[in-house]
């Protein structure tokens, strides 16, 4: 069957739709939890290095490896190496991109059901506003009975499944292109107004100190691990997203202005979410009581407060987790397109049939990992969760080492001249990044991922 060629329509498409595939969860709901958990300002120092210095280096290796061999994520590797078996670094990225997918949807069903509970006032029923006890335990005591009942989660995983599979079906530029286009800048200026709530509220400064002033002595190879996981996942890398989105790309787009444009709007996004939940955590004092749910479930546990604070909460908290989640929409389309890509282009069937091979599978994965986490305790690895083992093990181990092999392969095994003919567009445009990127790609990835990658073996053994 011939597959006709898709394409983004647009540069902003290209920016918003790649953007989309980090901001919608990535930033909003991993990042605060990685930063509270790995000492605030220090992960945040650290992690503002492994986006600047191997972060967009690696987005432009995997965007000129995507452009070039203008296939899926396997594909690409067989196009332009034909007889190698460098493809199984595709595949790396191919299953590291489902697993993520598996626990995603589920983390996306819960955005969509407090948008329900926002707007019929579930969400606040039995809150005491005028109770400090109260506020500091009320959402996280909801957010806990919620995640590890049975039923709900499932139907609300569910529901954003099959919005997942109603937007690949329209395609790329009717769907991920023109969803993306809207709702990534309204999600930029929400941001910034809860930011304003949030740094205006009573001992909002402790939570700033926290952020933005690092202690140093925090600074440990987990935080370093960490952070450069948490860069990985928040820019996409090593996941088959980029690889793929990039085939989509018109052949003039500038790729190194797309990557250092997608980089510094995703850490945007990281710093308002820290401005946002920080402040917030310190005046409601709910570091000290949540346990557990101060991790992935922190957003859920932190904003209603906030927005109980504004006066008219339902109204903000309904905004709020309806634009969440069509960010997460936007999030769970670009991992799920990786699946689509590879199986339409490799089994040569129409998207059509390609999206239903890829999600119905899905569904079983899905509610795997949303049973894990109290349904049925007993779907663990490792002595963890089965949702949280595949955050773990795709994070710290396939996306880096993902990473890792497309680092060797743009920087060792194509031509030395194929980064440079990708960033001018064969000339067409200025050169002058060439140098750094090829250095960073060819030496400095390799070393610092390898690096990594022994030191959290060692720590695991």
Do not use: H
Request: with cysteine; proline share 4%; aromatic share 12%.
């Amino acid at each position: 069957m011939a597959q006709e060629k898709s394409t983004f329509g647009s540069k902003l498409g290209v920016i918003a739709a790649t953007v989309g595939s980090a901001i919608g969860l990535g930033n909003v709901w991993r990042f605060p939890a990685e930063a509270q958990a790995n000492g605030g300002a220090a992960f945040l120092l650290i992690y503002i290095i492994c986006v600047f210095i191997l972060g967009v280096p690696m987005m432009l290796a995997e965007f000129s490896l995507g452009r070039a061999g203008g296939s899926d994520s396997v594909g690409n590797f067989k196009n332009l190496t034909p007889r190698s078996r460098w493809w199984i670094a595709g595949t790396l990225g191919l299953v590291a991109s489902y697993l993520i997918l598996s626990f995603y949807m589920v983390v996306a069903g819960w955005t969509i059901e407090y948008m329900f509970d926002s707007i019929s006032g579930d969400l606040y029923r039995g809150y005491v506003p005028t109770t400090e006890s109260a506020n500091a335990t009320f959402f996280a005591d909801k957010m806990g009975e919620y995640v590890t009942s049975t039923w709900n989660p499932l139907i609300w995983t569910a529901v954003m499944i099959g919005l997942n599979l109603a937007v690949l079906l329209i395609g790329v530029r009717k769907g991920i292109e023109k969803l993306s286009n809207v709702l990534m800048p309204l999600l930029f200026v929400l941001m910034l107004v809860f930011c304003y709530v949030s740094l205006s509220l009573p001992g909002a400064s402790e939570g700033v100190k926290f952020f933005l002033y690092p202690d140093f002595s925090k600074i440990d190879i987990d935080v370093i691990i960490n952070a450069l996981g948490q860069a990985f996942f928040s820019l996409s890398l090593g996941m088959g997203i980029l690889v793929t989105y990039s085939a989509y790309y018109p052949k003039e787009t500038n790729l190194t202005t797309t990557a250092v444009s997608v980089s510094l709007l995703d850490f945007f996004m990281a710093l308002l979410m820290g401005l946002i939940i920080f402040p917030a955590v310190k005046s409601f004092g709910i570091g000290s009581t949540t346990g557990e749910l101060e991790g992935t479930t922190l957003v859920f546990v932190t904003l209603p407060e906030i927005f109980a604070s504004m006066g008219n909460e339902r109204l903000w908290a309904a905004l709020f987790f309806l634009l969440l989640s069509v960010a997460a929409l936007t999030s769970t389309i670009s991992i799920a397109e990786v699946s689509v890509a590879f199986v339409r282009d490799r089994f040569r069937v129409s998207r059509r049939r390609a999206c239903l091979i890829v999600i119905v599978p899905l569904m079983l994965t899905s509610t795997a990992c949303s049973l894990s986490l109290g349904g049925a305790p007993w779907l663990s690895v490792a002595g963890m969760p089965l949702f949280d083992f595949f955050d773990t093990f795709t994070t710290n181990l396939l996306l880096p080492v993902s990473s890792l092999a497309i680092s060797i392969y743009v920087g060792w095994v194509l031509p030395k001249s194929f980064i440079a003919e990708q960033l001018t567009n064969f000339g067409a445009l200025g050169g002058r990044s060439v140098g750094v990127v090829r250095f960073a790609v060819r030496y400095m990835a390799p070393v610092l991922i390898s690096v990594i990658l022994i030191a959290k073996a060692v720590a695991w053994l």
